[in-house]
């Protein structure tokens, strides 16, 4: 009686254990979940908000949202390029390492810019531009070398496995035809009897069997099959298998009339 309950308390304790463990989990999901559709929502409002000032506040202002936007763009698509190609390529692993040290350049920037953005003196922020312009160009760009250079890795990957599957369905196309490679046969055409052969009965009586017997003729070889001696025309196709002479089993088997 002990060891039962002892049983029933382990049973009870673990089934405790496995439902917190699966609550937290739970919880933890929902908030990863909860915090991925907050940060989209941000970001989609800051890119819009971004968007408006690049295109309707002429002057610095403009400039410096023009520079935040095209900055949050290109290493957003790079991020997102890198992180799809590394699922099925491990070499992008290390290209994902340089862009995650270039993301730390490109949060500096996106920093300084929205600093500046609410700076009052707009005389020395325009002094600022050429040189904010160049480094987010030079950012810029070595992220899109290493977007483009993943793309064009995926790229060529494709290129190879499709050039190699064509050739192995080349090869299976040209095992499937195998009749055409081979040679003329004498005494007649490809595929069918010679003409000697052809002839038949027509030939050799006035419609009546040959004098070797009636039915096959002499040599007991019927008139457009292949001899023993291997000397008629040859099968241009692999001879049907034994199992399928009752037909295909896609054919509807033909159902028996039925007499009232």
Not at 173 to 196: F, I, K, M, N, Q
């Amino acid at each position: 009686m002990e060891a039962a309950i002892l049983i029933l308390t382990l049973l009870f304790v673990a089934f405790v254990v496995l439902a917190v463990y699966a609550g937290v989990k739970a919880v933890r999901a929902a908030k990863r979940g909860v915090d991925r559709t907050i940060t989209q929502a941000r970001r989609s409002v800051e890119d819009t908000t971004l968007r408006a000032k690049s295109y309707g506040q002429p002057g610095v202002q403009g400039e410096l949202a023009q520079l935040r936007l095209s900055l949050r763009t290109s290493m957003r698509a790079t991020q997102d390029a890198l992180n799809a190609g590394v699922a099925e390529d491990a070499s992008l692993r290390e290209s994902l390492d340089l862009f995650e040290r270039l993301s730390v350049h490109g949060r500096e920037l996106d920093d300084d810019l929205r600093r500046l953005e609410r700076e009052p003196d707009r005389a020395t922020v325009a002094t600022l531009l050429p040189g904010l312009k160049e480094r987010t160009g030079r950012i810029t760009h070595s992220a899109e070398s290493l977007r483009w250079a993943a793309r064009d890795r995926a790229r060529r990957f494709a290129d190879d496995d499709l050039a190699a599957l064509n050739a192995e369905i080349d090869v299976e196309a040209g095992a499937l035809r195998h009749w055409t490679t081979d040679g003329p046969v004498p005494g007649g055409e490809a595929g069918g009897p010679p003409r000697s052969e052809a002839a038949g009965p027509a030939t050799s009586g006035a419609g009546g069997p040959t004098a070797g017997g009636a039915g096959p003729t002499a040599g007991g070889v019927r008139p457009g099959r292949s001899g023993p001696a291997g000397t008629d025309t040859p099968q241009a196709l692999t001879p049907p298998d034994a199992r399928r002479t009752g037909g295909y089993p896609w054919q509807k088997t033909a159902r028996p009339e039925t007499t009232n």
